[in-house]
């Protein structure tokens, strides 16, 4: 925990309301815990769309992210603030979800040896239009992964690389190769 | 390095991830190349625009509901790492069971309802914002606006939209649940955010009175020339018509921010932006005139030594927050005269060092202040 951590948990009223909003939580209390999900949903939300490109499969995960959290929010021992460490099991359960998908699997972790500027069988991007987050919603799969974990998300390719259990150049092959989609999209 | 390669090294180049020698390489083709210079410029660009991309999007559809029903078919908490999500799931218990609450138990429970009085308070200030599409405005005096249009008593300000008030009218916006800004005669204010932690006006012109009991860094005012940022207080902001502001805090701290320059002004204390310069240095308003002239000298018309000198010759022991100040913003030559003079009104802690301060050594400087006796927020200093 940092110290801007420790100073901020140590605020009065309005900390001392999430702590106690999350003390309930854990021991059940529904009514606290939609708190927390009305507070994070937009938040976990985000990195569902912008992950997954699709509404649908986007909201179907923010429910398993909520589900999963209400699961193991007992085990949250506020050593880091909440907001990062469901920030961490969002992205853990996106790639989970990711990584029991066999076709998606498949399309996700076969690049090892794509080049950066190899754009074949892409057709998924060719309805991109000027609207930036429209514009990665439509990048392909693997693409869209990386640029979003790295670019949004701020992970490091060593991170992502482990994550995906992909080589740590094929993530920054992808990533390469999402910006340069983008900019085309962009320059449309 | 021909295009091609450069091109295929340009994300890595602006990510800083080559070696010293790859970036010499492109660098000296980026030199001679237009088109990859343009490339460079563009990949930028991108990265901008993603930088500015938030960090929340609403769902289209309520998910609570459909969340909510799948909680009761989840049994206990699986033990080991919480991060280790589960492939599949029991669907066959109905009970939530958490084991934190067989853990407590009926005792536990029984006291946790007196949190229960104190959760509301939490759980409607959380929840409320984030539904709200903007805040409600009390009419105060005459006939303010809202986008143009009169209001009777009461109106709403919307996300956008801005609250006028004329030479005679007064109006009160009840920001969300953490406080409320009044808007004096002749003002212009536009609501730009309220969400839970991040309450949002703009101040185009005229003056405001802010008071704000929410938790530092929720609350802040943009003008023209700097940010003010709510560091738990009350206070009051002008912007006239050339954008320049004046800021006096009565109660607690709010910080003024501009382009990474920032000032930190006390209760008692006020604080003077012009556009293009950002923050002033602050000074205490019962300061004397020749301090606050030649303070003004310094900040905004390049005053430098002699406007320097007059402010240390006029600096009391209040006014060390001004001089606190200056140590950040003298140059190196003359670092030891304010460091020097400072001395003299308050003695600093004592691991701080002459040399540690002369070489901008942060922590020894967020010590000194704290020995400055400005009050007891204590935390400001770890929010910037």
């Known amino acids: 925990m940092t110290e801007k951590e420790v100073i901020l948990d140590a605020r009065p009223d309005a900390s001392a309301a999430i702590a106690e909003t999350l003390r309930l939580a854990q021991q059940g209390d529904r009514s606290a815990f939609e708190v927390l999900f009305r507070e994070h949903v937009g938040r ?44 961490r099991l969002t992205v853990n359960v996106i790639l989970s979800n990711i990584r029991s998908d066999k076709r998606r699997l498949a399309r996700v972790f076969g690049t090892d040896d794509l080049g ?33 974990l790295h670019d949004i998300e701020g992970f490091k390719h060593e991170e992502i690389a482990d994550k995906l259990e992909i080589a740590v150049g094929t993530s920054k092959a992808q990533l390469h190769r999402a910006r340069k989609l983008l900019r085309e999209a962009l320059e449309r | 390095m021909n295009c091609t390669e450069t091109q295929q090294y340009l ?51 309520d998910l609570w509901e459909s969340t909510a029903r799948r909680l009761g078919d989840q049994k206990n908490i699986p033990p080991g790492n919480p991060f280790a999500v589960p492939q599949q799931r029991d669907h066959t218990q109905d009970e939530p069971a958490h084991h ?6 009926w005792i536990k429970s029984i006291t946790s309802l007196a949190a229960v009085l104190i959760i509301g308070f939490g759980a409607f200030w959380l929840t409320r914002d984030s539904s709200s599409p903007g805040w409600q405005v009390a009419r105060v005096q005459g006939s303010p606006e809202i986008a143009s249009t009169r209001f009777t008593d009461a109106g709403h300000l ?68 700097a940010t003010a940022v709510d560091l738990g207080c009350e206070y009051t902001l002008s912007v006239d018509d050339h954008g320049a502001s004046i800021l006096r805090v009565n109660t607690g701290w709010v910080a003024m921010e501009f382009g990474g320059h920032e000032s930190i002004v006390p209760a008692g204390a006020m604080c003077i932006t012009y556009s293009g310069f950002g923050p002033g240095t602050p000074y205490r308003e019962d300061a004397s005139v020749q301090l606050r002239a030649a303070l003004q000298k310094f900040d905004f018309e390049h005053g430098g030594a002699g406007s320097l000198t007059t402010v240390l010759s006029e600096a009391r022991k209040d006014d060390s927050i001004t001089l606190w100040h200056l140590l950040m913003r003298v140059g190196a030559e003359d670092r030891p005269r304010v460091y020097d003079r400072l001395t003299t009104l ?39």
């Open chain 1, 44 to 87: 976990v939300y985000a990195i569902c769309l912008r992950t997954c490109g699709d509404t649908s499969r986007a909201e179907e995960l923010t429910q398993d992210v909520f589900v999963h959290t209400w699961e193991v929010i007992g085990s949250f021992r506020g050593e880091s603030a909440f907001s990062s460490w469901l920030h």
């Open chain 1, 116 to 148: 950066p500027f190899d754009t074949q069988g892409d057709t998924s991007h060719a309805g991109i239009n000027l609207d930036l987050e429209q514009s990665i919603q439509r990048l392909p799969t693997r693409a869209r992964v990386v640029f979003v």
């Open chain 2, 11 to 61: 994300s890595e180049y602006v990510d800083g991830e080559l070696s010293f020698t790859q970036r010499q390489r492109i660098e000296l083709h980026l030199k001679r190349c237009i088109e990859c210079q343009r490339e460079l410029s563009m990949l930028r660009s991108l990265l901008s625009e993603v930088a500015l991309l938030p960090t929340s999007i609403a769902p289209v559809h």
């Open chain 2, 100 to 105: 934190s609450l067989r853990r407590y138990g």
């Open chain 2, 158 to 225: 919307h996300i956008g939209e801005t609250l006028e008030t004329d030479a005679t009218s007064r109006a009160r916006i009840n920001v969300g649940v953490i406080g409320n800004v009044d808007v004096e005669p002749s003002s212009r204010v536009q609501l730009l955010q309220a969400k839970t932690t991040d309450h949002r006006l703009v101040l185009h012109r005229g003056t405001i009175h802010a008071k704000i009991w929410a938790p530092p860094r929720l609350f802040f005012v943009e003008t023209p020339s």
């Open chain 2, 346 to 384: 308050v003695s600093p802690p004592e691991f701080v060092t002459r040399e540690g301060i002369l070489q901008g050594n942060r922590e020894m400087l967020e010590a000194w202040q704290s020995h400055l006796d400005l009050g007891q927020n204590k935390w400001w200093q770890f929010w910037n």
